[in-house]
């Protein structure tokens, strides 16, 4: 009998990873939540960005889009094992502003929240570039 229950258990759990490797795969696929909201002097865009440090967001603005690749990484935990690796790893995300918005690169910033939120702020005025991203401090 003990057999048996520990091969339903194996096959349990070989069955959760496969789904959570493919809800995994749905999330990195879908596009990053966001909202684009305007000010008399910039567009700011503020991005889903959960469990990711600075060092791996990559911003780009270039033709009035804004570009962003996120790649975060699963934490250890001794003493646990992964059943269920049900959270995408690459997720990225675009949002276009409006045609008419006359936006500069320069001094555009992004800030990564302590609540898992980054914001991008692009100033009103023409361009395209790269944007640095700078984490908030505890």
């Known amino acids: 009998m003990s057999r048996l229950v520990e091969t339903g258990r194996s096959a349990l759990r ?15 696929r879908r596009p990053l939540s966001h909202d ?7 567009y700011l865009v503020v991005f889903d960005a959960p469990g990711v440090r600075g060092e791996d967001v990559d911003v780009t603005f270039l033709d ?3 570009e962003v690749n996120l790649e975060r990484f699963r934490d250890f935990y001794d003493g646990h094992e992964l059943v269920f690796p049900g959270r995408g790893v690459s997720l990225s995300g675009s949002v276009d502003l409006p045609r008419d918005a006359d936006v500069t690169p ?6 990564l929240t302590r609540n898992g939120t980054l914001h991008v702020e692009i100033p ?3 361009g395209s570039s790269d944007v640095d991203v700078v984490e908030e401090d505890d």
């Open 64 to 66: 009035r889009t804004v």
């Open 124 to 126: 009103k005025r023409g």
């Open 14 to 28: 070989s069955a959760l990873e496969r789904v959570g490797r493919g809800w995994g795969r749905v999330q990195e």
């Open 106 to 111: 320069e001094g555009a910033n992004a800030t």
């Open 36 to 42: 684009l909201l305007e000010s008399d002097d910039a």
